[in-house]
Structure formats: structure tokens, C-alpha cells
């Protein structure tokens, strides 16, 4: 007899998640399936809409990542409007992108982490939900809490200057920007008062970045092997090979580091990479064409990108990248608790690029918008807080949006998830048929170690906690629980 | 023969010039009395009652109405508040008004005025009519979801020759607004920036442009509608 376990809504994953766990006769977890209720009403929605409504439009169907809706959406659109495939803005307009972009990188990777992912490093995955959350934090290490607290605020700001508000602004429009940063405002990200600037941003993301690699130092095992497999790896990454989250080429690496694809124009994506289906889920699971459906899927987000790029262009985060490639030998990292700590030197390194485009002059004066000869057609790729982010639309002669097809971060990561969400769920089963509380907590540390905002994928917005079910090899139902 | 006439408004004294109607007259004694349809310089049609004030224990709309000698008007009430309520809220059932991606958010007379009059839900429920849009001119884009029936552009947007590029087409629940089609076709950029501009919501587009004002620096972001006529006086 086979059985089945299920995991619903996880608590700190925003968006719908539905875990099934088929077990074997011996109940030994055979299989797992993430179930995420994907919609693709917004590809629908958008049909017929005015082009240049795209940036703001899309960005709504996320609550927690809409700065990159906003900017993928709106790198597809200026290569509508003739503005070139990704670098030819004015550069006042790249750099106020570049900036409300990496300001979202930064206050989402931060939410991630303090506010997400550290009950569970704190409190471990048999505490009791009432305290894994950032009120449990604060209860436990203040100052942790205090930091993710402000530094979120300070990425919030950032994304309020460079867009107008704080979510759901309207800053990137087709071909550039609409606005400029005031010196007032550059001021104060620069020195502002109460820890609300950039060098007390940088301090506090290597103070969160010893943090996690005390904690690592002392939960090895766990850390290295919880929910680990090896596997592809996919990003952008810049010409020269350097980590660039706003711009670049599409390069993947297979798990022994090997470069299986490099340089790729990201207008040419549909080259390269297939949307798979599967009989279970309306879910896609894309995969790279050259490496087939059973080898070619791949992991994106911020350990991915460890993988993929030689080198971080900043030189804080580039000397944390070193250690980050040295414990690995400088083979790819599969450890999916990993994420966690290529999220924190991702954060570094935002907060190092926001102070180079604060200092610079180009933010504060200069053209804000370019045009050229219209096109039809159009992708905008973007390296999203929880990984790669495809946006492509057509247009007809009337400016209105004929097809609008959207690869979230979540769908490309969909097969490593249903991977880690597996690995986790055998590492707890000890041959009982039946959900335990850590159980629940490991399949939902799997999962928010890639996301926490399934919202993104399913297109709806909020928080739904995780459902587990627990099946028998006939598909019987025999334990079930929520969060 | 400029005789001025004197009038007053809520109990203020207010002075006007001959054949001045209600709305300007206030305008010039620094009071603002709400208007959509109305736009100064055209002839008024009074077809939005948004402007409605009580004389005499009469409703009227004072953007067709001449001011007259001794009159005596209501405009800031709470009966009139409500009335005026009724009128935006009706208008927001009635279309489809997505305010958070309408790229005339912050521009929008009617979100405007639904903001002065702290209107959070309407009262009735919403048609949710499914309106066409029309795309296919050179130069517009007719976001019909969201237009007010107004005619604005009707009586403001001419071609040289004085025919309207605009027209209400139908009856009652069926009418709509039109662009015509031939007339569109040599419609230049600047006819179009105004069309937009004479809209008072976000119907009438101009095509390739849009989110140009960044948040923050939009008329109705930095002041109230209403409070430059106030401030003024
Ligand atoms: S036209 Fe005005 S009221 Fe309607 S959606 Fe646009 S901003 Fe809102
Ligand atoms: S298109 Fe605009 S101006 Fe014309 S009737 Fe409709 S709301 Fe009024
Ligand atoms: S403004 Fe007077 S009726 Fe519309
Ligand atoms: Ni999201």
C-alpha cells in the first residue's frame, strides 16, 4: 500500500501551496507534489490593453515582487518602443531603474530572510508556530528583529523615490523613467539620520551576513544537506560574466559548473528554454531544450546566481562571493539552505550598488525617456529577488496587447521545489504514516528556502497558509493536515 | 455698462460681472463650486448636475445658470454634499474604474472629486457593463470603461473646418462616446494631447504616452480639487 501525505498552505510562503506526499507500502516517501493553483488569468486580462499600460498593469499581481513585474514588464515594452533590448536607456533612466531595482532586491531579500526565514533558523523546526514569526524575533534577539525592521524601511524608500510610491508605483515607463531622485532625497539615503542610510544598510547586511554564517558554523549538517540535490542552474548575468540582477545574457551551468548555455539574448528565450507540462498541475515546468525535459530543468534565484556569475561587482559582496565559492571548492553549491546565505551576500551587494548610484550625478539631472522605431514584439528579462523573470508581449497596429506570456520565478523554479519539498519530506518520515509538526515545518523550510511568495505564480495576493495530505499507494487519503 | 451685480453665496457677499454664470462668479469670489462636464470657454451643457446649488429652494446648475442681481445661493450644504455624493457615485458604478492602473489617476477630475467628497464605496452596487474599447484610431485611445458621458470632447474638439472629431452615438443606456473614424485619421498630436487634456477622466488617451507625470507631481497629488479657487481669493 502506497500512501499519501498532503501539506496545505505553508504558513510563511505568501500564496496557495497544497504539499502531497505519496508513500510506499513500507511508507517510505515514493514522490511529492507542490501543488500551486496557478492562474493565468492576468496573460488573459492584459489582451487588448493599451501597451504602455503593461508596466503598471502586471505589476498588481504580485503584493510582494511587484517592482520587478514593473521593471520586467517595462524592458519588454521599450523594446516596443524602439528603446533598444535592455541598455539602450538614457543613463539616467538605467541608473534610476537600476536603483528602485535593487532597492526592491534589497527590502525583499530582507523580508525574506529576517522577517521569513530566521524564526526558522532561531527557533528550529520543531518550535511551535506561534513564535516563528518576526514578533518571536523581536522577543528573542531585538536588535535582529530592529534591523530587518529598518532595513526593509530603507528599501521600501528607495522604491517610493525611484517609482512614486511604495508598492505599485508607476516610475519605469516605456523607453525610461519618469522622474528624477531630488538632492534632498539622495541626501538623505546617503546620510540620513537614525540608521535610515546607506552605510548603516551596509553594516547591517555583513552584520546579518555573520549572523548566518555563525549560525551555519554551528548547524552544519543541517544547513549543508537539508533538502539538497544537485541540479542546473540559470541566470542573466552581464557580458563580462559578473552578477547583474537588472541586465544581461541568459547562462546556465549544470551541477558540475560546466556552462551549458551562455550569451543568450533573452529576446531569443523561446530558443532555449520549453514550458513543460505535467498531467497533475496547471503549473509549467520549463526546462532547457538543448538538455531535454528529464535533465534540463534548473534552478534560479539568488543561489543560481552564485553559480552562474564569475564574479560579484562590488567589493564587499565580491570578497563574501570568494568565501561563498571557496566552501564549495568552487564547484556549483546545491545546498538549498544555501539560498539563505547567497540571499544575505545578494543583500550586501545591493545595499553596495545603491550607494555607487546615490553618488551618482546621472540620477539627480539628464534625459529621462527614449524612443525609436516601434516593433511588435517584445521580452523583458529581469533577475527578480527570487530568481529569473520573463515578460513578453506582441502588440497589433492598434497599440493594443495581443499576447502576453509571463515566466515567474516560482515556475522556474517549480521542479527544484517539488525536489526539495520531497528531499525534506524523507528526511522526516520515519516509517509512521502519519504528518508530525516538524514534518509541516521541514517541507515549508524547504519550500520558503526558494520562496516565499508563491502569490507570484498563482496570481492572487495575501497570505494562504500549506496543506500536507498523506496518500497510500491507492491514492487513499490516510493523514491530512493545515497550518 | 458693466453694471456689477452682487449676490451671495453660503451668506458671503460676492460681486460679479454681468452675465456671468453661477460657477465663474464663484470662481471669482474665491468659492468652488464642483463641475465635470463644464469646461470654461465652451458653451455649458449641463448634463452632469455635478454642479447643482439651491436658489430660491430650487436645485439648478450653476455652470448654465446667469447669476442674477440679489440672488441667493446655497452651494456648501449638507443637503448639496449629499446630492453631489449620489451624482460620483453613480458615475463610478455606472463605468468601469480601475483607479490604481488608469493612467489618469491623479489627473482624474472625477477621482478627484470623489477624494473631496470622502467617498470610499458607492452606495449602489456596481453595473460592471462590459464597454468596448475602441483602438483603432492613429492617435486615441477610447477607454470607454471609463467615460462619463460628459461630451466634453464633443463640444471642445474640432477639426479646422469646425466638424466634431467626437459624437455620442445611441440612446440613453446604449449611448456611447465615437471618434470618427475618417476624421481621426488626420487628427495631429497636438489635437490629441488636448482631447486628453479636455477629458476630465481617463477615456480619452493619447497613444505611445502614458504614467509621463510621476506620482507626486500630478495636480490632484499635490493640492484638493477645488483649493487653488480658494486659496486664491
Ligand atoms: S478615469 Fe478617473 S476615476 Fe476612472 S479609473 Fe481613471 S482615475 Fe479612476
Ligand atoms: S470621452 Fe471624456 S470628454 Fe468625451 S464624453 Fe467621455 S468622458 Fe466626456
Ligand atoms: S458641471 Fe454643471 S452640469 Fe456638469
Ligand atoms: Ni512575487
Known sequence: ?483 | MNKNITFTIDGKKCIAKQDQNIVEAAEDNGIYIPTLCHLKGIIPSGSCRICNIKSNGRFMTACTTKVQEGMVIENNTEEIDELRKIIIETLFVSGNHYCPSCEKSGNCILQALAYKHRIMIPRFAYTFEVKQVDATSPKIYLERNRCVLCKRCVRSIKTKDNKNYFAIEGRGYTSQIILDKKLALNMSDEEAQIAMKNCPVGCILKKEKGYIEAIGTRKYDKIEIGTEIEIEA
Request: proline content about 4%; hydrophobic content about 40%; some cysteine.
Open chain 1, 1 to 483: 500500500m502506497s500512501k499519501k501525505i498532503t501539506i496545505d498552505p505553508v504558513t510563511r510562503v505568501e500564496g496557495h501551496g497544497k504539499v502531497t506526499i505519496y508513500l510506499d507500502e513500507d511508507n517510505n516517501v515514493k514522490e511529492s507534489r507542490l501543488h500551486i493553483v496557478e492562474f493565468r488569468g492576468f496573460e488573459r486580462f492584459i489582451q487588448g490593453r493599451p501597451y504602455w499600460e503593461a508596466p503598471v498593469l502586471v505589476q498588481r499581481l504580485c503584493g510582494i515582487c511587484p517592482v520587478s513585474h514593473h521593471l520586467a514588464a517595462a524592458k519588454a515594452i521599450d523594446v516596443i518602443v524602439g528603446a533598444g533590448t535592455g541598455d539602450g536607456l538614457t543613463p539616467t533612466a538605467d541608473k534610476m531603474r537600476r536603483l528602485m531595482h535593487y532597492g526592491q532586491i534589497f527590502q525583499s531579500h530582507v523580508l525574506h530572510f529576517f522577517h521569513l526565514a530566521s524564526p526558522d533558523l532561531l527557533f528550529g523546526l520543531d518550535a511551535v508556530p506561534e513564535i516563528r514569526n518576526i514578533i518571536g524575533i523581536a522577543k528573542e534577539n531585538k536588535h535582529l528583529a530592529v534591523m530587518g525592521i529598518m532595513m526593509r524601511k530603507y528599501g521600501q524608500e528607495i522604491i517610493k523615490a525611484t517609482s512614486g510610491k511604495k508598492i505599485h508605483g508607476t516610475g519605469a515607463i516605456p523607453g525610461g523613467i519618469n522622474k528624477h531622485l531630488t538632492i534632498t532625497e539622495r541626501d538623505s539615503f546617503l546620510n540620513g539620520k537614525e540608521g535610515q542610510n546607506i552605510d548603516q544598510m551596509i553594516a547591517w547586511s555583513i552584520e546579518a551576513l555573520d549572523f548566518l554564517k555563525e549560525y551555519h558554523k554551528n548547524n552544519k549538517s543541517f544547513i549543508d544537506t537539508f533538502a539538497s540535490f544537485p541540479s542546473n542552474h540559470l541566470s542573466i548575468v552581464r557580458d563580462d560574466g559578473a552578477m547583474d540582477l537588472y541586465h544581461g545574457k541568459i547562462r546556465a551551468v549544470d551541477t558540475n559548473g560546466k556552462v551549458v548555455i551562455n550569451g543568450i539574448d533573452y529576446q531569443n528565450y523561446t530558443d532555449i528554454i520549453v514550458e513543460g507540462v505535467k498531467k497533475w498541475t496547471y503549473m509549467k515546468f520549463p526546462y532547457l531544450k538543448d538538455l531535454g525535459k528529464e535533465k534540463g530543468w534548473y534552478r534560479v534565484g539568488p543561489l543560481a546566481r552564485m553559480n552562474t556569475c564569475d564574479f560579484i561587482p562590488s567589493e564587499l559582496a565580491q570578497k563574501e562571493f570568494e568565501v561563498f565559492k571557496h566552501y564549495t571548492k568552487g564547484k556549483p553549491n546545491n545546498s538549498t539552505m544555501h539560498y539563505h546565505w547567497a540571499r544575505l551576500i545578494e543583500v550586501l551587494h545591493a545595499a553596495e550598488m545603491m550607494k555607487e548610484l546615490l553618488n551618482d550625478p546621472d540620477i539627480l539631472t539628464g534625459e529621462l525617456v527614449i524612443k525609436g522605431k516601434k516593433q511588435y514584439e517584445g521580452v523583458g528579462v529581469i533577475e527578480a529577488p527570487r530568481g529569473t523573470l520573463f515578460h513578453h508581449y506582441k502588440i497589433d497596429n492598434n497599440d493594443q496587447i495581443t499576447m502576453a506570456n509571463l515566466i515567474v520565478s516560482t515556475t522556474n523554479n517549480n521542479d527544484p521545489m517539488n525536489m526539495a519539498v520531497n528531499a525534506a519530506a524523507k528526511e522526516m518520515m520515519n516509517g509512521q504514516a502519519q504528518i508530525t509538526e516538524p514534518m509541516m515545518n521541514a517541507v515549508e523550510v524547504a519550500i520558503r528556502a526558494y520562496d516565499p511568495c508563491l502569490s507570484c505564480a498563482t496570481h492572487a495576493l495575501g497570505q494562504m497558509p500549506l496543506e500536507l495530505t498523506l496518500k497510500d499507494i491507492n491514492n487513499n487519503i490516510i493523514d491530512k493536515k493545515r497550518t
